[in-house]
C-alpha cells in the first residue's frame, strides 16, 4: 500500500527524493517519510517426529484444498515466534524448532510469505475453529495434495532438501 495520506496527521502526502529509495510519499507536518506498507504473514509445513508433513483444511474460504499453517504477524514478534504461535492456535502442536526455509511475495494479496518447516514435539492435533481437519502425510501425498504452482507447492517441495 502506497500512502496517499499522513497515517498520524491526516495531512496529504507530497512526493520526495529520499536517498537511493527514489520518490516517496512524504508528510511535512510529521517530517518524515512513509514507505510502502505491507502485510508480513508465516506460513509453516509441520514436521512429526516420524518425518511425516502436517497439512491442514481451512474451515473458511477455499476448505476443498490442503494448505499449511499461516497467519499474519503480530507487533513485536519475530518470524520464527509467529510460525510458533500459529501453529499453536491452529493445530495445538508444540514446536522445539521453526527454520526459515525462502520468502515469496503473494502478488494477488500483496503480502510477503515467510516460509517455514516447523518440527514437532507431539502428533495429537487440538484443532482450532478455524480448521476443519488436520492430516499428516508423507512427502509424496504432500506435493499432491496441495495446489500445483502454489506457495504451499513450493514449501512442500523445500522440505525434501532438508
Ligand atoms: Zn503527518
Known sequence: ????????????????????????PFCDGCSRPWFEMFSTCVLSVVIGRDGRRLLIRQSYGDTARY?????????GETAEQAAAREIAEETGIAVSGVRLLFSAWHAPRGQLMLCFAAFAEGEALTLSGEVAEGKWFTQEEAEAAVRPGSIIAQLVKALKNL
Open 1 to 24: 500500500m502506497r500512502f496517499r495520506f499522513c497515517p498520524e496527521c491526516g495531512s496529504p502526502c507530497t512526493e520526495r527524493q529520499i536517498g537511493d529509495e527514489g520518490l516517496i
Open 67 to 75: 494448505v499449511g499453517v499461516a497467519g499474519y504477524m503480530k507487533c
